[in-house]
């Protein structure tokens, strides 16, 4: 997420926090220019660094939603095993620094500015984007942190996706849908496919999708790749008496050849999904990563991930930045039934599909305020006027308030819940101007 270089998490001393500035502004410089594919500069700086990323065994998880919940529910189950686990995902909502963590702290800024001064002339000399540097930049801090297994979300896509370089222990797509169709195809089909491209020969491949054709798909894909086992979830799994509510989601799981009522903080029926999808990815991925459904259900309430339905007082934040991320939140809502009337603040990506995301959202919104994250790339900035127009003719009730900090102070003041949505740009905006901290437990 460019532009915002806030931290609610402390930098000591004015020297330091000047050259963290400095080093996050020249690696968001780097977002700048041309989408860029392709494994080659990132193998070239990783061979730099020495190649951190042999020195530990990670898990690689991709897919259109679900990545993160799925990754924090992995860390908190092998952190229970009373393994180091190393996270990395993207992109942050305040801090750069959320993006790396071991057993939950996050990389120094330290770390992050000797990092940029000293591999500046490397990086540029190998054109390598800011996504390519950070994950080299991740990768080193695993090593030297001593991990004992890495827990990798990819960025975009899957088989040219940076973080692709790992050969991982086990690799798993949690769902497919329409995201970022100029780069992965435009076909939900054609999707799977990039995203398959993390299935590794020879190594475990889960499939955790619902849809029987796609995940068809995705088990085809990682078959051809020599993956072995492949494992689907659906197959295996069965979740049944999913109950949510305010303090997170309680299902009865039966997989592993045992049946067992998990609850896990994270609310939303997808969350009883996800969780499913993580047991299956650890125990694909063998001693010493699986857990007993006894293991999983002690360790479910130490889940921790921000901006996933995520409560604080009168506010919800979610990062829901697709039309199907939209229609969980909306069934999410209907379940937890929040004070009424909510009111959304609300800011979208040009490149997505806002329409629908609106649409989605009507029945469970009384009123939106529509308005422009500041850390919102500048070639994205949806139009409010084009919003404003289709909510007109759409019959939703919606306002534009071009200032996202007025339309803040004024989604905070109209209703009894203010929802927080749209993009990780909207949500972590809002976080940082009311000094929420996504690393707080």
Not at 61 to 78: F, M, P
Not at 114 to 133: D, N
């Amino acid at each position: 997420m460019g532009g915002i270089l806030s931290s609610r998490a402390p930098v000591s001393g004015h020297d330091t926090a000047s050259r963290y500035k400095h080093a996050l502004d020249y690696l968001f410089a780097r977002t700048n220019g041309p989408f860029k594919f392709g494994l080659e500069r990132t193998e070239a700086l990783l061979r730099a660094l020495g190649d951190p990323h042999r020195a530990f065994p990670s898990l690689h998880i991709a897919g259109t939603n679900g990545k993160g919940s799925s990754v924090a529910t992995a860390e908190a189950l092998l952190r229970v095993k009373g393994l180091r686990v190393g996270s990395y995902t993207s992109p942050h909502l305040v801090d750069f620094r959320e993006r790396i963590t071991v057993n939950g702290e996050p990389i120094s800024a330290e770390e992050v500015i000797g990092f940029v001064e000293r591999w500046t002339p490397t990086v540029e000399s190998l054109g390598a984007t800011f996504f390519e540097a950070t994950t080299c930049l991740a990768f080193a801090h695993f090593a030297r942190a001593e991990v004992d297994v890495a827990v990798i979300e990819t960025g975009l896509g899957g088989r040219l996706d940076a973080t692709n370089v790992v050969n991982p222990v086990a690799a798993g797509v949690t769902s497919i849908d329409y995201d970022h169709t100029e780069y992965l195809g435009d076909t939900l089909e054609k999707i799977a496919s990039e995203k398959a491209g993390i299935y590794k020969a020879g190594r475990p491949a889960v499939v955790g999708e619902t849809d029987p054709a796609l995940r068809a798909v995705l088990a085809r894909d990682a078959r051809r790749a020599g993956a072995t086992p492949v494992r689907v979830v659906a197959d295996e799994c069965s979740i049944e008496n999913v109950r949510v509510n305010a303090s997170g989601t309680t299902f009865t799981l039966d997989a592993l050849g045992a049946r067992r009522q998990m609850t896990t903080p994270l609310t939303g029926r997808h969350q009883a999904e996800n969780a499913a999808f993580t047991i299956v990815l650890l125990a694909a991925a063998g001693a010493p990563y699986g857990c007993t459904l006894d293991d999983a259900a002690r360790a479910m309430p130490s889940v921790r991930v921000a901006g996933r339905f995520q409560r604080d007082g009168r506010f919800i934040f979610d990062v829901a930045h697709n039309a199907e991320g939209a229609l969980v939140l909306a069934d999410t809502l209907a379940l937890v039934q929040p004070s009424a009337p909510v009111v959304a603040l609300f800011s979208v990506l040009s490149d997505k599909d806002w329409r629908s995301m609106l649409r989605n959202l009507a029945p469970r919104v009384a009123h939106f305020i529509a308005t422009i994250a500041p850390s919102a790339p500048a070639g994205r900035v949806w139009s409010l006027e084009d919003v404003k127009q289709f909510a007109d003719s759409a019959a939703l009730s919606l306002e534009t308030v071009p200032d996202f900090d007025e339309a803040l102070t004024r989604a905070s003041t109209v209703g009894e819940t203010t929802l927080v949505t749209g993009s990780f740009h909207t949500v972590g905006d809002a976080m940082a101007r009311l000094q929420r901290s996504p690393l707080s437990r």
